[in-house]
């Protein structure tokens, strides 16, 4: 129990903040702010009140004037995010929450939706697709690498920068030989296409991805499918790219034409080729890494934006040197 001595209370404003967006369907995200810093919370009128112990209500009050400014601008968040704030809180104080910002925000106008970045890692990220025709990201699963980049190409398509999006993984996973598989060819590669289509789908309505793919105004197909081809008036993404092999990679790269746009993402970690330093990804940051209008960014754990558990798995991984299970 807290000393009764050190227990106080602050008044927070919350004029103008969404009270829904704020609180959470249920009062979720006060019921997990109260889990995580052990205070009470009362949201009443314009004003939230916050009581408990005097440093738990120091920790609390930078992560809630965070959450009340998103509800202001309406940039959606939800209560899982309210851990990656308290824990941006606790390595680098308020600088370390990841306030919004117009130019790095992604709106998606066919399903309402608005993608904000989560970590500075993201943002980064981001900015970086913005400002460069080819980005490679690099980092562990759950990292945001290829959501955001479909994110970005979708922006892209519907604001007319671009004609087509094409999205291309190399067909090997886990030493599994695609010969092996029932099925014909496109039954056998879209088990390793399906990441892309779940991302895309996440973010368009479902007849109008099925309309674009029929049209070719988005192509999904597996690496192999880019040889002998330039890419023009394109946003271009190679997922999983850590199983492109030296060769796949430059003829991958060399396949950019006019205003086209390449993304590649990989996490070095779980290289599925028989010989691992056959990995196009290894070098590739190497020899482009200078080249201007190219950008290599690295994202890690504090990245991360699946289950909460997923970040301690990670670290438990690298922490035991074994290669972590996306």
Known sequence: MADTDTMIEHRLDTEGADPLMLAGVNDRNMHELGRLFSVRLVLRGNHLLLKGDLETVERAVPVVQHMIELARLRAPFDTPDIARFADGVDAMGADGIVH????????????????????????????????????????????????LAVAAAVDSLYKKRVKRIILARPAVEAGENLGFL????????DPYLRPLYDALEDMMPHERVSRALEDSTIEIAPLAYMRGRTLSDAFVILDEAQNATRAQMKMFLTRLGLNSRVVITGDKTQ??????????????????????????IYLDGKDVIRHRLVKDIIEAYERSGDEAAD
Request: hydrophobic share 35%; glycine share 14%; no cysteine.
């Open 100 to 147: 919004p910002d117009d130019e790095v925000r992604i709106a998606l106008p066919g399903s309402r939706r608005v993608i904000v970045p989560k970590s500075d890692g993201q943002r980064t990220y981001i900015r970086a697709i913005q400002g460069n025709d080819v980005v490679i990201g690099i980092g562990p699963a759950g990292t945001g690498k290829t959501y």
């Open 271 to 296: 290289i599925d080729l028989a010989n691992k330093s056959d990995s196009g990804l290894l070098e590739v940051e190497d020899i482009l890494g200078e080249i201007d209008g190219i950008a290599v």
């Open 182 to 189: 029932p099925g014909d060819l496109q039954e056998k590669v």
